[in-house]
C-alpha cells in the first residue's frame, strides 16, 4: 500500500509504471491516476465505516453501515488486488537487470503479463465498479420507427431496418416481437413497433434514436438518380404489466379509452372485427392508437404498454435533465430529432455520425452483425462519458 | 401472388379492413391462404375462418353455426368480473343461460380466483354444448364434483329456456348468485337487415329473440322470479340490443320482481348490459 500511494503522488513519469507495456497520452495516464484516486477515497471511507461499528453491533446505524459496507466489498477486492499486482510489479522490477539472461527473459515476461492485469484494473475492472450501477439496466425495449421524408422509399427503408433489427434480435437471442405495423401502398411499411424482450435490451439499443438515412437509388426511379430518405426511431424502456413501478406512472382517471370505428347497432347484429382502440394520457396528451390483435382487450393492454413506456421515457428524460441542472453532466440524452447514422448503398458504407465511424459494409449492418458493431462503439462512447462525468464531479 | 389475394378482400371489405384481416390469415397457415381469401370473399366471417376468437384474455375455438362472442360481450363481462371479483366468499353458483361457446362462464372462471366459482351453461343447441365444453376442456376447467373445491368449475346441459319443463329439463340446482345470458334479442324486422355473413353463417336460433326480440327476456324474468331461485344479494347480467335497455329494465322490475336495476353502456356508447338486483 505505501508503495502505490507513494506512486500516486508522483505524477508524471512514475506513473507510467501503472501500465508500463503501453505508451499513454498524458491525458489518459492522468485520467488513471484520477480513478486510482477516486478508487483510494472508497476505500477510505470504508476504513471509517469500519472504525464506526460499535463493538456489540447494537446501534441501528449498524445495519446501515454494515450494508454500506457490503455493498463496496468489490471495490476492497479490487483495490487489494491493485495493490499486489503493483507489489509484484516492483519485485520484478530489480529482475529486469539481473546478470542472468534467462532470469532477464523470465522478469521480462513476467513483467509483461502483470502490466497487462494492471492495465486492465485501472481501465476496466475499477472504472465499471465506480461507476453507480443503472436503474435501466434490466429493462427491455420498445422501439418505435416512423418513416420520415421520401414517401414510399421511406417506407421502404423503414422495413430494411425493421428487418436489420429483426434479425439482430435472433442473434442476440431477444425476443422480438411487432406489435403493430403499417403498412404503405408502395409495398414498405409507414410505421412500425416492435417489442424486444431481454436483460438489457433497452441499454444496449437506447442509442438507436434518431433519424436514420438512406442515400439510393430507388428500385422504382428509371432514371438511376440517388435518393435521400429518412426514417425516425424512438426506442422506448419497456413497461411491461407486471413492472412494479407502474403505479407511479399515471392514474386510471387520466386516460380515456376510445374505440375506432362505430359498429352501427353492435352487438348480436354485426360480427365483423373491430377491435381497434385508442388511449389519451389527458395531462401529457399523448396518444396511443392500437389495432393490430382481433380483440379489444387485446389491444387495450397493449396500448397501455405502449403508453406505459412513453411515460417512462419522459420520466427518464427528466431525471436526466434534472441530473444536468444541478451539477455539470456529459452524458447526453437520445435527440431525436439529430441525423445520427447514414447508410450509403451506392459506397456500401455506413456512418455514424456521432462517434464518427465509418463501416464498410453495408450490407452486414442490415443483417444484424454489423449493427452490433455500432452499438459496442457507442456504449463505450457512452461508459466514457459516464466516468468522465463521475471524474469531473469528484 | 399475395396482391392478388389482397386485391381480391379489398374489394369485399375496404382497403384497411382487408390489409388487417390478411395479416391475420397469415398467421394461421394451418389452412391454405388462397381458400380463407376465397372463403371470406363469399361473406364468412373471419372467425370461422380461423377457427377461434380472442376473448379477454382467452383465445375460445370457435364452429359454425355457434354464435361468434362479440366484443361488446367481452366488455361487460369483464366488468362483470371486477364487479364481483371482491366480496367472493363463499364460492358463488352462477347460472349462463344461452351459453354458445362458454364464453361468458369461462371468462369469469378464469379470471376469478380459483375455487371461488362453480359455472353452470345451458344452451338448446348440441353443437353449442359441444364447443363450451371442448373450450372448457381447452382451459383445463374441469366440471364441478364434491373433490373439487379448489378449482372454478364448469358443467354445461341441454335445455330449452322457453319451456315450462325447462329446470328440470337442464337440471337446474338453485339457488344461484349470479345469473348471466347472453341470449338472443333481434327482433323478426331487424332480421331481415342482417349483413350478410350473420344471417347466412351464425345459427338463426342463436339470434332470432321473437317478433319483439323480447322473448327470452320474459322466460328469464319468469324463471329469476321463483321462490328460491336467486340467493338474496344475487346479481343479474343480460346483454340487450342497442335499444332494448328501458324495456329490459322494465320487465326485470315488473316481471322478474328485481326492484334494483341499472344499465351499462359498451365502448360504442350503446346499452348494453341491463344489471339487475336480489
Ligand atoms: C346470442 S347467443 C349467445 C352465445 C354466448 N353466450 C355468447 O355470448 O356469445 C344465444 C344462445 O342461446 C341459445 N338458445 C337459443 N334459444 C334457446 C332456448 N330456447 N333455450 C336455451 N338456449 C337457447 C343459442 O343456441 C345460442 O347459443
Known amino acids: 500500500m505505501l508503495l502505490l500511494s507513494r506512486c500516486l503522488r508522483t505524477p508524471a513519469k512514475n506513473l507510467r509504471r501503472f501500465v508500463p507495456q503501453r505508451p499513454f497520452h498524458d491525458q489518459a495516464d492522468h485520467k488513471n491516476v484520477r480513478i486510482v484516486r477516486i478508487l483510494e477515497k472508497r476505500i477510505e471511507e470504508r476504513k471509517r465505516l469500519f472504525s464506526e461499528l460499535s ?19 468489490p471495490l476492497q477486492v479490487a483495490w487489494d488486488d491493485l495493490v499486489r499486482t503493483r507489489q509484484l510489479l516492483n519485485e520484478t522490477d530489480s529482475l529486469l537487470s539481473d546478470s542472468d539472461e534467462a532470469m532477464r527473459a523470465l522478469a521480462v515476461e513476467e513483467h509483461d503479463s502483470l502490466g497487462k492485469s494492471l492495465a486492465e484494473l485501472v481501465e476496466t475492472t ?8 443503472s436503474t435501466t439496466s434490466h429493462l427491455s425495449a420498445m422501439l418505435e420507427l416512423k418513416s420520415g421524408v421520401g414517401g414510399s422509399e421511406a417506407s421502404l427503408f423503414l422495413s430494411n431496418l425493421l428487418r436489420m433489427y429483426l434479425r439482430l434480435s435472433n442473434v442476440r ?56 430518405s429518412t426514417v425516425a426511431i424512438i426506442v422506448l424502456p419497456l413497461m411491461e404489466e407486471t413492472d412494479n413501478h407502474n403505479e407511479e406512472l399515471f392514474n386510471m382517471e387520466d386516460v380515456k379509452i376510445e374505440v375506432m370505428r362505430s359498429r352501427g347497432a353492435g352487438g348480436q347484429h354485426v360480427n365483423k372485427t373491430e377491435s381497434a382502440v385508442r388511449l389519451t394520457h389527458i395531462p401529457t396528451g399523448i396518444t396511443v392508437s392500437m389495432q393490430d390483435e382481433r380483440s379489444q382487450h387485446q389491444n387495450k393492454r397493449r396500448a397501455f404498454t405502449v403508453l406505459r413506456s412513453r411515460l417512462m421515457d419522459q420520466k427518464l428524460t427528466r431525471e436526466i435533465a434534472e441530473r444536468r441542472a444541478t451539477r455539470q453532466n456529459l452524458v447526453r440524452t437520445a435527440d431525436r430529432s439529430e441525423k445520427i447514422r447514414t447508410y450509403n448503398y451506392a459506397q456500401e458504407r455506413v456512418t455514424d455520425h ?36 463521475m471524474l469531473s464531479g469528484d | 401472388m399475395h396482391s392478388k389475394l389482397i386485391a381480391a378482400l379489398v374489394q369485399q371489405l375496404g382497403p384497411a379492413q382487408a390489409r388487417q384481416e390478411f395479416r391475420w390469415m397469415l ?127 364448469f ?40 349483413p350478410r355473413s350473420v344471417a347466412n353463417y351464425e345459427d338463426p336460433k342463436a339470434l332470432f329473440g321473437g317478433p319483439t326480440g323480447l322473448d327470452f327476456y320474459h322466460a328469464i324474468a319468469r324463471l329469476v322470479r321463483r321462490d328460491g331461485f336467486l340467493r338474496p344479494g344475487a346479481i343479474v347480467a343480460l346483454e340487450i340490443g342497442h335499444e332494448q335497455g328501458q324495456d329490459v329494465e322494465h320487465i326485470m322490475r315488473v316481471e322478474g320482481q328485481l326492484h334494483d336495476t341499472e344499465v351499462w353502456s359498451d365502448p360504442w356508447g350503446k346499452q348494453r348490459t341491463v344489471l339487475a338486483y336480489r
Open chain 1, 55 to 73: 463493538e456489540e453491533m447494537s446501534s441501528p446505524d449498524d445495519i446501515s453501515r454494515l450494508k454500506q459496507l457490503k455493498e463496496s466489498e
Open chain 1, 126 to 133: 475499477i472504472p465499471s465498479l465506480l461507476i453507480p450501477p
Open chain 1, 173 to 228: 437471442r431477444w425476443k422480438a416481437n411487432v406489435v403493430s405495423q403499417n403498412d404503405s401502398d408502395g409495398g414498405g411499411i409507414k410505421d412500425a413497433i416492435v417489442e424486444v424482450k431481454g436483460e438489457g435490451v433497452f441499454e444496449a439499443l437506447r442509442w438507436e434514436s434518431g433519424v436514420h438515412r438512406v442515400q439510393r437509388v430507388p428500385a422504382t426511379e428509371a432514371s438511376g438518380r440517388v435518393h435521400t
Open chain 1, 354 to 389: 456521432r462517434i464518427g465511424l465509418t463501416l464498410k459494409n453495408l450490407s452486414s449492418v442490415l443483417e444484424g452483425d454489423g449493427l452490433q458493431d455500432f452499438l459496442d462503439a457507442l456504449q463505450k462512447d457512452h461508459d466514457e462519458t459516464v466516468l468522465e462525468d
Open chain 2, 27 to 153: 398467421k394461421h397457415s394451418e389452412h391454405s391462404l388462397p381458400d380463407m381469401v376465397r372463403r371470406r370473399c363469399l361473406g364468412e366471417p373471419l372467425q370461422y375462418i380461423l377457427g377461434s376468437q380472442p376473448f379477454g384474455p382467452l383465445n375460445l375455438l370457435i364452429r359454425p353455426p355457434v354464435l361468434i362472442p362479440r366484443p361488446e360481450t367481452e366488455d361487460w363481462v369483464l366488468k362483470l368480473a371486477d364487479r364481483i371479483s371482491t366480496p367472493l366468499k363463499p364460492p358463488k353458483y352462477l347460472l349462463d343461460l344461452g351459453t354458445g361457446s362458454g364464453c361468458i362462464p369461462l371468462l369469469l372462471c378464469h379470471l376469478l380466483p380459483p375455487g371461488t366459482l362453480h359455472a353452470h351453461g345451458v344452451d338448446i343447441s348440441p353443437h353449442a354444448i359441444q364447443l363450451a365444453t371442448d373450450n372448457a376442456a381447452l382451459y383445463g376447467i374441469p366440471p364441478h364434483s364434491p373433490e373439487n373445491t379448489a378449482s372454478n368449475t
Open chain 2, 155 to 194: 358443467k354445461t346441459s341441454l335445455g330449452n329456456l322457453l319451456a315450462p319443463s325447462f329446470c328440470d329439463d337442464a337440471k337446474l340446482q338453485p339457488p344461484y348468485d349470479i345469473v348471466t345470458s347472453n341470449p338472443p334479442y333481434i327482433s323478426w324486422n331487424e332480421y331481415l337487415e342482417l
